[in-house]
């Protein structure tokens, strides 16, 4: 048989058994499938995985494709294994506060199901309209207060995980401490989809914040030094803030209307200690420093707004204009050297680079709209700044065109090796998402 | 350099040479028996030798000596370690970290230390607190555990849950692999580094995966304000009810602790009295941190909770000697188990919370049926049950039915949707306990991940998995040959 005649098999195999089939199309961000299938059950998901396996088909794994434009040097695989149709809460125990859904449900329709107990999954994804909660894990999305609340990696207690051959691994448990083993959920969240095909999740809970305002604090001066000393003031008292994150001034008009870098301080707690910390905020701050305080409903209404900044699926640009996104890791301080070199970098290279960066966990993301040329010039120059200061420059959105122009991932570490290991023991043929990650895994 | 040992073994010879001299090694039989357990102390073996290399090269050569010879080896650290990890079962050499103890830097502004493996945990905290600082895994025993042995294990404590466990803080690793490579992940403790998060599966992996030589962790800046509040309980499901209902209340409690009838009673004996009455079946610790101002608001809110679920008795600690005085008969609780019994086992199950009352019920009956008393020291808040195997060793036959009462609590936690252990480790002695949470093929999916980085199985063998059946084998081998196919 080859490849169509396959493909012809398997629609008529999986049509059979009650599940979605379609023919594929190529899409301007990769990652396609010639056929794409939607599973609504974990068996579904099963019966394409094994069928995959016997017939050596590749699959491309996909949520409802806000990460589609994230790595992957094939432009279509045999094979899209679509999840959106898997979807919702499988267990919610509410006086244990764990929850258990399965892949496809986005991260907004779980936060909905939650609201009524008072009870909430501690990320802050970006596109949580979109985003389902696998190709969160997949991809290790984490927003602005993953400096209190930590990323998936902290929240995630257990899995299964579907393998290659279609057989359900459990890993971790129900429980929120658990050292049986190893750490096997570890493996599979940032995994890019290249172990496994996430089916459910279970995550420890927490509760909702009583109250909650965000402070901003403009500098109009754009002097480094001021913010860099109001931050560091901030993280050496007493103040919790569950983020401080540092927005571009391109950025911060987009969200703000406010052409001045921003320092975005966020309290989440009881009333009375959010408006002490404000109060203490402003005791802090430095003089020619304007301060806007949101409260609840209007924090929340920027927040809304900021986790919707990451480009999706949807928006691989007009013919003009591309738009590519990079994920930025560096030592927390470091991330004023980023932004900084991120705005200046604007009319240097004639683009448009909105950035921000966390200075109590030192990731950045830097969304750039502009020609193509100049926005590949202008990565090569942001890794090389970033190199410089020993940290990493991830690609996490980029068209198909453009991105096989480009290292996704970077170099290959040292210990590559061991990366490339894991994935020969669990994916040995090489199906899943194949060239998606490190080092073409 | 040429060493002079009073041994006809070349390996020991080697390794003296490696390691610089006599006072580096030890091969002597009455020497070595220090060495033959750990905290975990009903099996015993006989290492070859132990070796107590200075720093990373050392270790590093070391490792590769072993590997390139065959000699089985693993890592030590203070041998606090409660089930078994460090225990030489197959007469290994082991490499003891205790020499490596630097704080090599502590970084207040980007809130990071690096610490040699054999770095005492509280000395972390002592070393930073002048500024405002302190590492937050605490385990009972963090006055001389080291944070080597903390990333083996994955270690918990009491204020995990708040601040988590171990892995929550690692920010990167040092690790000499099991063929003597060094590698680096999370480099500079730079979050998300590229590719699969090595850091995660390498914290917990009970020195099986790699001999972890130098430790970036996370430092925390002091809450303002602290207050626990301690409250007594006529019956175990009224403490029970309080325990979620506080936390389902909106409140994240930095520590949640419980004990029950036999453990205040052994505690109450021991060095630390604090004048819990005797005749209460539970006395719960709740203790929240944070900013001062919303405290007192949180305190009075577990007040009332423990009020509407019939506390007998509750209030918070009038100043910081009483607050350090309840903790320092919470914390001593294992240890003050001798007060009451010769010896005692020490279990490590977590449950749902909601559950404790029915395993509680359970673990009375297993008690029972094996004629020894159980004592539950449990950190509520996140499900984690100790259940104290009370015991005496002389009597013939006493350690098996120890042993067996223990698996048997175990499989109660894994029946109620739990797991076998949430801060010990499985080591050696819970190997077996490993088919109660995982089936065949998920115990393999986690061999295979051994076999990438211990592709011979030096390091640290035969601890963590259970052996496997011949029809394990059979089937992985079926696999195996499928796959190469």
């Known amino acids: ?441 | 350099m040429k060493v002079k040992i009073k041994s006809n073994d070349g390996h020991i010879q080697k390794l003296a040479e490696i390691v610089g001299g006599t006072r580096s090694i030890l091969y002597n039989k009455e020497d070595l028996i220090a060495y033959d357990c750990d905290g975990f102390t009903l099996h015993n073996h006989l290492p070859k030798a132990v070796v107590f290399p200075n720093d990373t090269n050392e270790v590093a050569q070391i490792v590769k000596y072993c590997s390139e010879n065959k000699l089985p080896f693993l890592a030590r650290g203070a041998g606090t370690g409660l089930s078994g990890g460090a225990i030489p079962i197959n007469g290994e050499v082991i490499i003891s970290l205790v020499r490596m103890k630097r704080l090599i830097s502590v970084d207040f502004e980007n809130r990071r230390a690096v610490v040699e493996p054999g770095f005492v945990n509280l000395k972390l905290t002592n070393a930073i607190s002048d500024k405002g600082y302190y590492y937050a895994p605490d385990p009972s025993s963090q006055y001389c555990c080291t944070i080597g042995g903390n990333v083996a294990e994955n270690a918990g404590g009491a204020h995990c849950l708040k601040y988590g466990v171990t892995t929550n803080h690692i920010l990167g690793l040092e690790v000499v692999l099991p063929n003597g490579d060094i590698i680096e992940i999370g480099k500079n403790g730079i979050l998300d580094e590229p590719g699969y998060d090595l850091l995660g599966l390498l914290t917990g992996s009970e020195g099986t995966l790699g001999i972890v030589t130098k430790i970036t962790v996370r430092i925390l800046k002091n809450p303002e304000g602290k207050q626990t509040v301690l409250a007594y309980f006529d019956k175990v499901e009224e403490g029970s009810r309080a325990v979620s209902e506080i936390i389902s209340s909106g409140i994240v409690p930095a520590a949640l602790e419980m004990m029950d009838k036999v453990a205040i009673e052994g505690v109450e004996a021991a060095a630390f009295p604090v004048g819990h009455p005797k005749d209460i079946e539970a006395v719960l610790l709740i203790e929240v941190d944070g900013i001062a101002a919303g405290i007192d608001e949180q305190i009075n809110q577990i007040l009332e909770v423990c009020r509407k679920c019939h506390v007998r008795k509750v209030r918070a600690a009038k100043d910081e000697h009483e607050r350090e005085q309840w903790w320092a008969n919470r914390k001593t609780g294992f240890g003050a188990m001798g007060a009451i019994s010769p010896d005692y086992l020490v279990q490590d199950g977590v449950i749902p919370r909601s559950t404790l009352p029915e395993v509680l019920e359970r673990i009375k009956q297993i008690s029972e049926e094996s004629g020894l008393r159980i004592a539950n020291i449990f950190h509520a808040g996140d499900g984690n049950l100790h259940p104290l195997v009370l015991f005496d060793a002389r009597k013939q036959g006493e350690i098996e039915k120890a042993l067996e009462a223990g698996s048997a609590c175990l499989k109660v936690c894994a029946d109620v949707g739990g797991t076998i252990t949430g801060e010990h480790g499985v080591g050696i002695e819970k190997r077996e306990e490993m088919r109660f949470v995982f089936n065949d093929e998920e115990i393999i999916a986690q061999t295979n991940i051994r076999e990438v980085f211990n592709p011979h199985n030096l390091l640290n063998a035969g601890k963590l998995f259970p052996t496997p059946g011949r029809c394990v084998e059979i089937k992985k081998e079926i696999k195996d040959a499928l796959l190469k196919s």
């Open chain 1, 1 to 441: 048989m080859n490849t169509l005649e396959l493909l012809n098999d398997l629609t008529s195999y999986l049509a059979e058994r009650n599940l979605r089939v379609e023919n594929g199309s190529n899409h301007s961000l990769g990652n396609s499938g010639i056929v794409n299938v939607y599973p609504k059950t974990e068996e579904g998901i099963s019966l394409v995985l094994k069928y995959a396996t016997d017939h050596k088909l590749t699959i491309s794994i996909m949520g409802r494709g806000t990460k589609r434009g994230f790595g992957g040097l094939n432009e279509t695989s045999d094979i899209l294994l679509s999840l959106e149709d898997y979807k919702g809460v499988v267990e919610h125990t509410v006086g244990d506060m764990t929850l258990t859904v399965k892949a496809g449900t986005t991260f907004q329709e779980i936060q909905d199901y939650l609201d009524d107990t008072n009870q909430r999954i501690a990320l802050d994804p970006f596109n949580p309209f979109e985003a389902t909660i696998g190709g969160i894990l997949g991809a290790n999305d984490s927003g602005p207060k993953r400096f209190k609340y930590g990323s998936s990696r902290d929240s995630v207690i257990g899995l299964r995980i579907l393998y290659p051959d279609g057989s359900v691994i459990r890993t971790g448990g129900k429980v929120v401490k658990n050292v049986a083993g190893y750490d096997m959920n570890k493996l599979f969240i940032g995994s890019m989809g290249t172990l496994g095909v996430i089916s459910e999740v279970t995550f420890k809970l927490r509760p909702l914040a009583k109250y909650e305002s965000l402070v901003l604090l403009s500098f109009p001066e754009g002097n480094m030094d001021n913010i860099k000393l109001c931050a560091k003031k901030v993280l050496d008292s007493v103040l919790e803030p569950v983020c401080m994150e540092l927005l571009s001034p391109s950025l911060s008009d987009r969200l703000f209307h406010r052409n001045d870098y921003i320092l975005a301080v966020s309290f989440e707690d009881v009333e009375s200690s959010v408006h002490y910390q404000i109060k203490l905020l402003k005791d802090i701050m430095p003089a020619n420093t304007v301060c806007n305080i949101l409260s609840k409903e209007d924090a929340q209404v920027f927040w809304e707004k900021f986790y919707q900044i990451t480009p999706a699926s949807t928006s691989s640009g007009n013919n003009a204009e591309t738009i590519a996104a990079l994920k930025i890791g560096v030592v927390n301080f470091d991330v004023l050297k980023v932004i900084k070199k991120a705005d200046l970098l604007q009319d240097v290279n004639n683009i448009k680079i909105e950035a921000h960066g966390g200075l109590g966990h030192g990731l950045c993301q830097l969304i750039i709209t502009g020609a193509k040329e100049d926005i590949l010039s202008a990565i090569e120059k942001i890794r090389k700044i970033v190199l410089g200061l020993e940290g990493y420059v991830i690609v996490k959105h980029l068209p198909f065109t453009i991105r096989k122009d480009i290292n996704v991932w970077g170099e290959k570490p040292p210990h590559f090796f061991l990366l490339e290991g894991i994935k020969s023991k669990i994916d040995p043929n090489r199906i899943l998402n194949p060239s998606r990650f490190v080092g073409g895994i």
